[in-house]
């Protein structure tokens, strides 16, 4: 029961690959109450910031509506094209204020989860038709925290909007008494300040309502521990499937290592379970490379390989030996052994010498070697 309470917990957090598919699928945290404050917040800002452009451009607008051009009295015809004008006229005049209103509304995802389109989230979800589903998103946590979102709403907005008219409920009451152009500007500043209460008290809103929905994004895409451990299998790859890759990569090792057995300059042996493959070009190598290494099976390859492609075979057990536990294929041999390996490969190339008839047969050395002196692995 335990295990089973384990993994049905859902207490870890979202992997990288979860957090991707779910951005893949248009699952983002988002935000309406700070999407509206962005909104709201840019658009007063702007009718503030162009007032007074904007009111020139609404009288002179204004000015030609009420003064329209004697001919089209004579035409009647034209009236509607013209009020058709005179309305896109209007429009114009506020378009610079619907611009930042909407590179606002674009700014509010992107500060919080970033713009995303994805073509899964357009597909219908026939999920969402379930009468369970519905009755459990209406009385679950999600309608709980909307509910209280609201209530935040009302009272933000309303204290904003109280306190505004609170501080103007005055200059209103003398806006009977002033002249008109007075009176304008008096009742224009009242109305941007409360406004501006309104953007103020959205915007607090938002500041509660976007940490909240980060968390509840994450808080949704938190995994099981079984989950995440199918996860980390499931990337890594299945035991016998990387079993398997081992053992393929083993196999182009050794295929890429027998290829190397015929460029050797000797093939030094035990004579029977090891072998290995050394290979020397002067000016190229410091030192002997060990070009393969093979034992029992393996050993029996090199040197059939070997004999194959008529390269000099030699044994000497302890430097075999040695050679196979401390060298590595690719590598320079360990520095202990130079001694050793000159001697034979001196041989080898007195042996090549008297096989074209220019001098006498060499004598094999008796080489002397530690084996105990290095450790396995030991590179050069």
């Known amino acids: 029961m335990a295990e089973q309470d384990e993994s049905g917990e859902r207490t870890e957090q979202p992997s990288e690959k979860r957090l991707r598919e779910a951005r893949e699928q248009g699952n983002v945290p988002r935000s309406r109450e700070l999407a509206t404050a962005a909104v709201f917040g840019a658009g007063v800002l702007a009718l503030l910031a162009m007032s007074h452009a904007i009111a020139g451009k609404a009288l002179a607008w204004m000015k030609q509506a009420l003064s329209p051009p004697p001919d089209l009295y004579q035409q009647p015809g034209e009236l509607l094209g013209h009020t058709g004008a005179l309305l896109l006229q209007l429009l114009w005049v506020f378009v610079p204020v ?156 050794q295929r890429r290592m027998m290829e190397d057995v015929p460029s050797a300059d000797v093939i030094i042996v035990n004579p029977t379970h090891f072998a290995v493959a050394l290979k020397y070009q002067a000016g190229q190598m410091g030192a002997p490379t060990l070009v393969a290494k093979g034992v029992d099976e393996m050993a029996l390859r090199i040197r059939e390989v ?37 001697q034979i490969l001196s041989y080898v190339y007195q042996l090549r010498a008297w096989r074209g008839g220019m001098a006498q047969a060499p004598a094999l050395p008796q080489v002397e070697v530690d084996e105990g002196a290095g450790s396995p692995g030991t590179p050069a």
């Open 98 to 253: 619907a611009v930042i209103c909407v590179l606002a509304g674009l700014a509010g995802p992107v500060l919080i989860g970033g713009l995303r389109f994805s073509a899964k989230s357009l597909q219908p979800d026939f999920k969402r038709l379930s009468p369970a589903a519905g009755l459990k998103r209406l009385y679950g946590a999600e309608s709980v925290a909307e509910l209280l979102k609201s209530l935040l709403r009302v009272a933000f907005v309303g204290t904003a909007a109280g306190i505004a008219l609170k501080l103007g409920i005055d200059p209103l009451r003398r806006l009977l008494t002033m002249p008109l152009e007075q009176a304008v500007s008096s009742g224009l500043d009242f109305t941007a300040t409360l406004l501006l209460a309104t953007a103020g008290a959205l915007l607090l809103l938002a500041a509660v309502d976007a940490p909240y929905q980060k968390w509840n994004h994450t808080r949704k895409l938190k995994m099981t521990r079984q989950e995440l451990r199918d996860e980390m299998k499931e990337s890594e790859g299945r035991p016998e499937v990387k079993g398997r890759i081992r053992q393929m990569q083993h196999q182009l090792s």
């Open 306 to 342: 070997a004999q194959a492609h008529r390269v000099a075979i030699v044994s000497s057990p302890p430097l075999a030996r040695a050679l196979y536990r401390e060298g590595q294929i690719g590598r320079e041999i360990p520095v202990r052994l130079y001694s050793a390996v000159a």
